[in-house]
């Protein structure tokens, strides 16, 4: 039976384009992959509620602007989490420095702007590694 490894979280319906990328690599390589649409802003109670109950192993937020949802999610989970900074305003640039500079003690994995497959690919080695695939 199929086990839930890998969440794809993106703040908004804007995002789900990139969520779709990451999710064709991981299925591409039978991860089996869930994508979500859950605000750290706008339903941060539905959030904190879905990362405390997810049973994937592996989290991939991404996100634009301020770019908290990474964080949010790094902060209530020991699982690793994958931040993926989206082009919005500022080429991107403002995203990624929100992802990468995460409090000690808050990791969060940061790949490019817009490179969603990278996570997926990240988010991949991690369960072989773990020995999930």
Known sequence: MS???VAVIVGS???LQAAERAKKVLEEHGVL???KVLSAHRNPKELERYVEECEAKVYIAMAG???HLPGYIASRTDKPVIGVPLEVKLGGLDALLSIVQMPRGVPVATVGIDNAENA???AIRILKVAGYL
């Open 3 to 5: 086990r839930l490894l």
């Open 65 to 67: 602007l301020a770019a």
């Open 13 to 15: 319906e804007r995002d």
């Open 33 to 35: 992959t869930e994508v």
């Open 120 to 122: 997926a690919y990240l």
